[in-house]
């Protein structure tokens, strides 16, 4: 069993940045691979980065090269900076925590989600 809280979300300007966090308890948080996926109003949830228990790691187009995913095994903490943020990246942020590879959605534990909104 896994808890998962994410933090760090809020309401930056376009090209401003944020680095929302997930920080994970009740397991051995280095055995899971990691996600981050984001839900705006009215879309389906997507997977925007993802980490895997050996460090590899994976984006979704739109955030390559703004994104970048980590995680800290010693903390049970894991990490999205994002930078030059635009209108389009506003969602809801959840991570997720899954003991395959690659992640397969629903499967595995999910955080409450944080709230990033980007907008002058």
Known sequence: QVQLVESGGGLVQPGGSLRPSCAASGSIFS???MG????????QRELVAAVSSGGSTNYADSVKGRFT????????????????????DTA?????A???????????YWGQGTQVTVSS
């Open 69 to 88: 995913i980590s995680r800290d095994n010693a903390k049970n903490t894991m990490y999205l900076q994002m930078n030059n943020l635009k209108p389009e």
């Open 31 to 33: 055995i899971y691979a």
């Open 98 to 108: 899954y003991t395959g590879w690659p992640l397969n959605p629903p499967n595995g």
């Open 36 to 43: 981050w996926y984001r839900q705006a109003p009215g879309k």
């Open 92 to 96: 809801v942020y959840y991570c997720n």
